[in-house]
């Protein structure tokens, strides 16, 4: 399984699309195998989930996402967790057992990161 984690300098980012990085760790029998930082290659509607896609992630974790990326991600299957915080092998290591679950953080304007939450 491969999961994605925004990311900001080590930290879970607080919105996907304004990330400075993806964290993908591949994953197998609940353990980490691999992990590389790959920069945000710029946020523009309905890129990054597809991008994501072509790089075979299976899961994405975010502190908080749009409603469009959030329908992308799951016409493709994707596994989309919100609401994350705190460090990315933390929280990775927190979804692989089972105890990291989605709050449901939906970003509804596409102005600024604080905007983001409930």
């Known amino acids: 399984m491969r999961i994605a984690v925004a990311s900001e300098n080590g930290k879970v980012s607080e919105h996907f ?3 400075k990085d993806f964290v993908i760790f591949d994953t197998e029998n609940g353990q ?4 590389e930082a790959i920069p945000n290659p710029g946020h523009k509607p309905g890129f990054l989930p597809n991008f994501l896609n ?3 992630v299976n899961v994405i974790i975010s502190g908080g996402m749009g409603s469009g990326a959030i329908d ?3 016409e493709k299957n994707i596994e989309v967790i919100v609401g994350a915080t705190g460090d990315v092998k933390i929280a990775v290591d927190a979804y692989l057992k089972g105890l990291l679950k989605s709050t449901g953080s939906v970003c509804h304007e596409h ?3 604080d ?4």
């Open 54 to 56: 072509d790089l075979g």
């Open 72 to 74: 992308i991600f799951n």
């Open 111 to 113: 102005k600024h990161h």
């Open 32 to 35: 980490v195998n691999k992990s």
């Open 115 to 118: 905007e983001c939450g409930e």
């Open 17 to 19: 699309g304004h990330c």
